[in-house]
């Protein structure tokens, strides 16, 4: 099992930037495909960004191409979620989950672990 905790939630205006981190512990961090997903209220819990264990592969929603990016850093279990020009409609609880696929995953069933999320809110 794998332990993952998200932070760097928080208020930022549209257009604004906000870097999401997860950190995580447990089993090597460096054999699991990550990614994020997000879940607005009253709406499903849907992928934002995934990648391979080794970064060789990533792969984005097409609402957030080109304004968000994922990567890791194995040495420090950590991995990321760069977010810049920032919409009112990526308003959501954001969570980091690990996969043992070697694909990146992008449905919540291919994942395994789940942090507990963090808010993030963008203000029109």
């Known amino acids: 099992q794998v332990q993952l905790v998200e932070s760097g939630g928080g208020l930022v205006q549209a257009g604004g930037s906000l870097r999401l981190s997860c950190t995580t512990s447990g089993r090597t961090f460096s054999r699991y495909a990550m990614g994020w997903f997000r879940q607005a209220p009253g709406k499903e819990r849907e992928f934002v960004a995934g990648?391979?264990?080794?970064?060789?592969?990533?792969y984005y929603a097409d609402s957030v191409k080109g304004r968000f990016t994922i990567s890791r850093d194995n040495a420090k279990n950590t991995v990321y979620l760069q977010m810049n020009s920032l919409k009112p409609e990526d308003t959501a609880v954001y969570y980091c989950?690990?996969?043992?696929?070697?694909?990146?995953?992008?449905?919540?069933?291919?994942?395994?672990?789940w942090g507990q999320g963090t808010q993030v809110t963008v203000s029109s």
């Open positions: 990648m391979t264990w080794n970064g060789g592969s990533r």
């Open positions: 989950a690990a996969s043992p696929t070697l694909w990146v995953a992008t449905t919540t069933q291919e994942y395994s672990d």
